[in-house]
C-alpha cells in the first residue's frame, strides 16, 4: 500500500505532510486500492466509464443530453442533515448557540472507529482540488479522500481540481484536510464534522452532495467562515452577478438568500422586454468569497467552478439560463427519467409524459400522487456551460461590489425592497433576515425561521461573534458597498404573490444599481429607504399598481410586532449578541413610539 502511495503520488506530488496524511488515511480506512486524481480528460473518461460499469451512473440519451449521466442515491440520503453536522471546537461557545458541537477528541474518537478498515474492498480516491481562481490571494487548496466515484466525478465539475491544485500547494502545510466515507449509509451512523482548529473535515456515512464534496458549504462556508473572521475577510452564502447597464457599465452586487429561493435563477436572470439593452452576468449562484481590495472597496470571487442546483421548478421560463447549461456534460441526482433516456422533474416544459421510471427507479404514471422527480433533486453542470457567466469568473482579484442584498422569503412586513441607512442598520437587516411559513389551513401567518445572512446552517462558529465580525468589517472597508434588503415572495390578502418574480426582480435590481451609484431618488422611512413613487421602472410590467404599492408598503403596525419578536433572536445569541445589533432594534421601535 505504502509503495502505490508514493509510487503514483511522486509523479503529482513529493509534499510530505500531504504524504503522511494520505498514509495515515489509508492505514485509517484499509482501502484495497488508492488512485491519486490528476484531473485530466483521460482520468474523467477512465472513472465514468467505471462508474457506468459499477451502475453508479446511468448514461442518458447523447442525442437529448451529449455527456449526461443520472444517478440515484439511496433514498434515505437525499439532503444536507443539518442535525448531523457539528462544529467540533475546543469550547463549545466558539460553536455557538446555532450550532451542534460536539468536542473534537468525543468526535475524532467516534468516527475513528466508523472510518477503521471501512474501504476494505473499495478504492480511495485522492482529490486535490483548489476553492477559488488559480492564483487568487483568497482561494485555498484542499484534499479531500472519498471512496466515492460520485463525489471524484462531482468535485471535478464544482471545484478546479487535479494537478493545479497540487502545483499551488507545493510543499506547504496548508491545506485542507477533507476525508469521506459512504460507509452503509446508516442515518443512525452519519456525522459531518468540522474541526476548523485543524482545518479538517470527517463526513461519515453520507454521499449526497452538501454533505459529501466537501469544498462546498464544509470548506467554502463553515471552515471558510472561520478563516474570514480571523483573516479579515468575507466567506459567504450569496450569489454574485454582474449587471451590465445599456452604455456597458457594470456594476457588481452579491446577494444573499435562505437555499431554495432562487439563487441560481436571480444569478442567471434573464432582464424583461423592457430591459432589453441590460444584461446580467453571472459570477457565482452559491457563495461569495470578499476581501478588501488595494482600492478600499470590497472584492467578491467564487470560490467554485460549477452549480449544484435545485432541478425541480427549473423551466425555460423561470431560468432558460440554467436549461442551457444543463443541456449537456451534466450528472443529475434523483431526478426522473424519460422513456428516450432524457430527464424530467415537476415544473419542466411542456406535457407533463404519460410515463416514466421515478427517482427510485420505479415506474411511474402521469396522475400518480407521488412525485416523479425528488423534491432536492439537483444538476451538478459546469459554470463554463452558462451562456451569461461573466468572463471576471477566473479572475485572481475577483469583481468589485457595490451593493449587497438580503433576502428573505416572508409573506408579510417586509417591503420589496428597502436600502439601509449605514452599514451597523444594513448588518442588522441581514442579521434579521428569515424565512416564513404559512399554516394554509387558517390562513395564519406562520412562524419565521431567523437565518442570519441566510448562513443559520453554515457559519462555522458562534453566530454572535460572525454578527460581530460583519459589524468589524466596516473600519476595514474604506469603500463599502451599500446594503439593502429584498422580499420577492410578499403575499396579498388572497394568498397569492404579489410580485411576479424572476426576470420582473431585474426592475429591482436597476434601482438597486442606481441607488448604490447615487443616481435616483428614493424616500426615507423610519426602517430605511424604498423607492418613491416613479423611481421603480414598472413600464410594460403587466400587473396592477395596486400590487406592487402593496408589495412596497411598509406597514408601521407589521413592523412594530417584527421589532418586537427580534428581541428573542437576540436573546438567544446570548453573551454575544453583538450590541450595535440590539441598539438598532431599539432605535427603530423608538422610532415608531
Ligand atoms: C443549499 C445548497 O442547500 O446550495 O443551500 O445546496
Ligand atoms: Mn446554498
Same mark, same amino acid.
Given at each position: ?15 510530505k505532510?500531504?504524504? @503522511?496524511?494520505?498514509?495515515d488515511c ?14 485530466s480528460e483521460?482520468e ?6 467505471h462508474a ?6 446511468i448514461?442518458l ?7 449526461c449521466y ?7 440520503d ?10 467540533c471546537?475546543?469550547? %463549545?461557545?466558539? /460553536?455557538g ?9 468525543? /468526535?475524532?474518537g467516534?468516527?475513528?472507529k466508523l472510518?477503521h ?12 482540488y ?13 484534499l479531500?479522500?472519498?471512496d ?5 466525478l462531482?468535485?471535478r465539475?464544482?471545484?478546479?481540481m #487535479?494537478?493545479?491544485?497540487?502545483d499551488?500547494?507545493?510543499d506547504s ?10 460507509? @452503509?449509509?446508516?442515518?443512525e451512523?452519519?456525522?459531518i464534522?468540522?474541526f476548523?482548529?485543524?482545518?479538517t ?26 478563516l ?20 456597458g457599465h457594470m ?13 441560481t ?6 432582464p ?9 452576468w ?10 478588501? #481590495?488595494? @482600492? ?7 470560490p467554485?467552478n460549477?452549480? *449544484?442546483?435545485?432541478? &425541480? #421548478? ?5 431560468n432558460?439560463n440554467a ?11 434523483n431526478?426522473a ?14 406535457e ?10 420505479r ?9 416523479a422527480?425528488h ?5 451538478t ?10 468572463k471576471?469568473?477566473?479572475d ?8 449587497i ?5 416572508? /409573506? ?6 428597502l ?7 444594513g448588518? *442588522? ?10 399554516? /394554509? ?7 419565521v425561521?431567523?437565518d442570519?445572512m441566510?448562513?443559520?446552517? *453554515? ?18 472597508i &474604506?469603500?463599502?458597498?451599500k446594503?439593502?434588503q ?10 397569492k404573490f ?5 426576470g ?6 436597476k434601482?438597486?444599481v442606481?441607488r448604490?451609484?447615487v443616481?435616483?431618488g428614493?424616500?426615507?422611512t423610519?426602517?430605511?429607504?424604498v423607492?418613491k413613487?416613479? $423611481? ?5 410590467? $403587466?400587473?396592477?399598481?395596486e ?9 408601521a ?13 437576540f436573546e ?11 441598539? %438598532? ?9
Amino acid at each position: 500500500m505504502a509503495s502505490q502511495i508514493d509510487g503514483t503520488a511522486t509523479t503529482l506530488t513529493r509534499n510530505k505532510a500531504l504524504l @503522511d496524511w494520505v498514509r495515515d488515511c489509508a492505514a485509517l480506512c484499509q482501502p484495497d486500492r488508492i488512485v491519486w486524481c490528476d484531473g485530466s480528460e483521460a482520468e474523467k473518461e477512465r472513472l465514468t466509464k467505471h462508474a457506468v460499469d459499477t451502475g453508479v451512473l446511468i448514461p442518458l440519451n447523447p442525442a437529448k443530453r451529449p455527456g449526461c449521466y443520472l444517478h440515484r442515491s439511496n433514498p434515505n440520503d437525499v439532503a444536507r442533515v443539518e442535525h448531523l453536522t457539528f462544529i467540533c471546537t475546543k469550547t %463549545q461557545e466558539a /460553536a455557538g448557540p446555532t450550532n451542534n458541537w460536539m468536542a473534537p477528541e468525543e /468526535a475524532y474518537g467516534k468516527l475513528t472507529k466508523l472510518f477503521h478498515g471501512s474501504m476494505k474492498g473499495r478504492t480511495m480516491y485522492v482529490i486535490p482540488y483548489v476553492m477559488g481562481p488559480l492564483g487568487s490571494p483568497l482561494s485555498r487548496v484542499g484534499l479531500e479522500i472519498t471512496d466515492s466515484v460520485y463525489v471524484v466525478l462531482n468535485m471535478r465539475i464544482m471545484t478546479r481540481m #487535479g494537478k493545479p491544485a497540487l502545483d499551488m500547494l507545493g510543499d506547504s502545510n496548508d491545506f485542507n484536510r477533507g476525508l469521506h466515507c459512504t460507509g @452503509d449509509l446508516n442515518p443512525e451512523r452519519r456525522y459531518i464534522c468540522h474541526f476548523p482548529e485543524d482545518n479538517t473535515i470527517w463526513s461519515f456515512g453520507s454521499g449526497y452532495g452538501g454533505n459529501a464534496l466537501l469544498g462546498k458549504k464544509c470548506l467554502a462556508l463553515r471552515i471558510g467562515s472561520w478563516l474570514g473572521k480571523d483573516e479579515g475577510w468575507f466567506a459567504e452564502h450569496m450569489l454574485i452577478l454582474g449587471v451590465e447597464s445599456p452604455d456597458g457599465h457594470m456594476t457588481y452586487v452579491t446577494g444573499a438568500f435562505p437555499s431554495a429561493c432562487g439563487k441560481t435563477n436571480f444569478a442567471m436572470m434573464i432582464p424583461p422586454k423592457r430591459f432589453a439593452k441590460w444584461k446580467v452576468w453571472t459570477v457565482g449562484d452559491d457563495i461569495a468569497w470578499m476581501r478588501v #481590495g488595494k @482600492d478600499g472597496r470590497l472584492w467578491a470571487v467564487n470560490p467554485e467552478n460549477g452549480y *449544484f442546483g435545485v432541478a &425541480p #421548478g427549473t423551466n425555460f421560463g423561470s431560468n432558460p439560463n440554467a436549461m442551457k447549461t444543463i443541456a449537456r456534460d451534466t450528472i443529475f441526482t434523483n431526478v426522473a427519467m424519460t422513456k428516450d433516456g432524457d430527464v424530467w422533474w415537476e415544473g419542466m416544459d411542456g406535457e407533463v409524459p404519460d410515463e416514466l421510471t421515478d427517482w427510485q427507479g420505479r415506474p411511474w404514471k402521469k396522475g400518480s400522487t407521488e412525485k416523479a422527480a425528488h423534491p432536492n433533486s439537483r444538476f451538478t453542470a459546469p459554470m463554463t456551460n452558462n451562456p451569461v457567466l461573466s468572463k471576471h469568473v477566473n479572475d485572481p482579484e475577483g469583481v468589485p461590489i457595490s451593493a449587497i442584498v438580503f433576502g428573505g422569503r416572508r /409573506a408579510t412586513t417586509v417591503p420589496l425592497v428597502l436600502q439601509s441607512f449605514n452599514w451597523a442598520h444594513g448588518v *442588522f437587516l441581514g442579521a434579521t433576515l428569515g424565512s416564513e411559513t404559512t399554516a /394554509a389551513a387558517t390562513g395564519k401567518v406562520g412562524v419565521v425561521r431567523r437565518d442570519p445572512m441566510a448562513m443559520l446552517p *453554515f457559519a462555522g462558529y458562534n453566530m454572535g461573534e460572525y454578527l460581530q465580525h460583519w459589524l468589524d468589517m466596516q473600519e476595514k472597508i &474604506p469603500y463599502p458597498p451599500k446594503l439593502f434588503q429584498v422580499n420577492w415572495f410578499r403575499k396579498g390578502k388572497d394568498g397569492k404573490f404579489l410580485w411576479p418574480g424572476f426576470g420582473e426582480n431585474m426592475r429591482v435590481l436597476k434601482w438597486i444599481v442606481d441607488r448604490a451609484h447615487v443616481r435616483v431618488g428614493g424616500q426615507e422611512t423610519p426602517f430605511g429607504w424604498v423607492p418613491k413613487a416613479g $423611481d421603480l421602472d414598472l413600464s410594460g410590467l $403587466d400587473i396592477p399598481a395596486e400590487k406592487v404599492d402593496e408589495a412596497t408598503h411598509i406597514d408601521a403596525g407589521e413592523w412594530k410586532q417584527e421589532l418586537t419578536e427580534e428581541a428573542d433572536f437576540f436573546e438567544m445569541l446570548g453573551k454575544f449578541s453583538p450590541e450595535t445589533l440590539q441598539l %438598532q432594534r431599539k432605535l427603530l421601535l423608538s422610532r415608531l413610539d
